[in-house]
């Protein structure tokens, strides 16, 4: 398979999966949240995405297609990354030094954002809490390490346009502050205010992400098709 199909058709292709796959985890996801266990069916602003991931509702009913819907979703689009993440550095390779070193680390901490994803798929919160959280943090860890070594990249890069480098850099700038969010803001375990707030937040820096990456695979077909 050529260097387009895994820098752009299949990232794009898997941002489409990823989106259709939560959708019909949405739509099969009976209820209930956090604070509420009788509330019915899907709620943007009181449930995570995670929640569709659960082995079981809050309530301990069946969750089974809205668990495989997003687990699946999430393994899909980890192994999508990792393979982004894997090829990409082929693209900017050329350097020597420092350069040299900076992109490679942007590409491991790609390829282990990806592996966290992996991760918070295999990991149910209500099965194993402790790990869900591990990964779903290193894997935002993972992507501001990702996101500011390949700025920096292509900012000396004359092989594609800086624009997509501001791209990354807001990403990275979004990220951070996201982790900020999640680790030192309201605990949604204490009142629904928290909860809304922390719900809304995740459900933003995904959209962004989402639109980081096919930002991203334009601007590498605008080399691979020189």
Not at 10 to 15: A, V
Not at 82 to 94: A, D, G, K, P, V
Not at 132 to 155: D, E, K, P, Q, S
Not at 185 to 198: K, V
């Amino acid at each position: 398979m050529n260097k387009k199909n895994w820098l752009i058709h299949i990232p794009q292709s898997g941002i489409i999966i990823f989106i259709l796959l939560n959708i019909l985890a949405i739509i099969t996801y009976s209820g209930t949240t956090l604070h509420d266990n009788l509330s019915v069916g899907y709620s943007f602003t009181n449930n995570f995405l995670s929640d569709l991931g659960r082995y079981m509702t809050y309530n301990g009913g069946n969750n089974f297609f809205p668990c495989l819907f997003f687990n699946s979703a999430m393994l899909i689009a980890g192994t999508v990354i990792i393979i982004f993440f894997w090829n990409i550095e082929t693209i900017f390779n050329r350097y020597s030094g420092i350069f040299y070193w900076i992109a490679m680390i942007g590409t491991s901490a790609g390829i282990a954002g990806g592996y966290s994803m992996i991760g918070v798929a295999l990991t149910p919160a209500d099965l194993y809490l402790d790990s869900h959280i591990l990964c779903a943090h290193w894997l935002f860890r993972f992507f501001v390490i990702a996101a500011v070594c390949y700025t920096i990249i292509i900012f000396k890069s004359e092989l594609i346009a800086n624009k997509y480098a501001i791209g990354y850099c807001v990403f990275a700038c979004l990220i951070l502050l996201y982790i900020l969010v999640s680790e030192l803001g309201p605990d949604p375990r204490e009142q629904m205010s928290a909860l809304q707030f922390q719900v809304i937040a995740q459900k933003s820096i995904l959209l962004c992400f989402l639109a980081t990456i096919y930002f991203q695979t334009k601007g590498l077909e605008s080399i691979i098709d020189k």
